[in-house]
């Protein structure tokens, strides 16, 4: 008997309803922030679900939730899969989540199918993966991974002045329960179901993407200051308008990274004006670049040049832009991707190796151990959307991949 075989469809398609009414939206999507209480209420859930199969539940000290089940080796490291619970403010049912719950289901069907595993598997849910509520994203993991240092994800602040260090307090009533654990325990592997977020495995008829690696992603902040003014006296030729020097700044670089292939992928995805009043000359502006490219020497020649079209487009205006974030593209471990390769065409189920365009835990995971991704269709590439869909039949499969690579890794 493979553990396959004794996955549930409806055990985990009704898991992920489930989840989908903790921080339900009214168009049907899912607003459930990072450390919040209906992030708690979800690992809450979680924790009773894994109990059911003997999971023993611990915590790290950045809020990475853990569900262990025990291998016959304790001296062998674990086999480690999962995603993040946490979503966008108006984000859809199956981001993040449909990995933890696929994650769930394969460890619910290997110990359906009596398999004692050699090495220890554990499920986590790492923390603010999004980024929506405490930015940069990639929180969690990062921490484990030592890429980021948990001093400062600790003092990273949201909207409202709440730092992460208080939001886990906060949750002590609801979690304080859980174990604790030391952090960056090491792994053997780590893999990691998620939607594709993306077209291609829809419009192709696949239903698995065994994922190659993930682009590259630079990110900056940037401040075009100029001088407030009246709107009716202020001569144009002697205004600092720093409303439209950041417009030639935007449109500028997407000039500059105007790209045939469609392959760069430049995005503005917040532009904050001040004082933002009708009848004010706008004395600031402050804006996100988001910029991706598969190819590294490539991506960071294009993230050098835009300290360069800034001062070039900002007229009078003073601007500073500050890179945020910097990450260099991850190919993902090459005997992983073959194992999903060989699940899949087990199960007969239709598979493309392809590269991720969106970053992911998995990514930082890369750096800690030897990590691989699968991913399952998103109707119509729509995500960070509450019209997000995945077919519970592909929800299903995944589950079903993901099983046999785990009970494999894990001996």
Known sequence: MKASD????QRINARLDEMAKIGATAGGGVNRQALSTEDAAAQSLLIAWGAEIGLEPSIDEIGNLFLTLAGTDPGLDPVMTGSHMDSQPTGGRYDGIYGVMASLEALHAIVDAGMKPARGIELVSWVNEEGSRFAPSLMGSGVHAGTRSLADALALRDADGVSVAEAIEALEPVLGHVPRRPLGRQAACYVEAHIEQGPVLERNGETIGIVTGIQGKHTYRVTVTGEAAHAGTAPHGERKDALMA????VLALGREF?????ITRYTVGRFNVSPN????????VV????LRHPDGARLLRMSDSVQEICAGQAGPCTVRAVRLYEAAPIVFDDGIQ???EKAASGLSVPHRRMLSAAGHD???MQHACPSGMLFIPSKDGITHNEAEYSHPSDITEGARVLADVLARLAG
Not at 277 to 284: D, F, G, H, L, M
Not at 287 to 290: G, K, P, Q, V
């Open 338 to 340: 073959d194992l999903i």
């Open 6 to 9: 004794k996955v549930d469809h």
């Open 258 to 262: 105007e790209d045939p292939e469609d």
């Open 287 to 290: 804006f996100s670049i988001d």
């Open 246 to 249: 950041a417009a030639r700044i």
């Open 277 to 284: 009043a009708p009848s004010v000359v706008p004395r600031e």
């Open 362 to 364: 998995a990514g930082l």
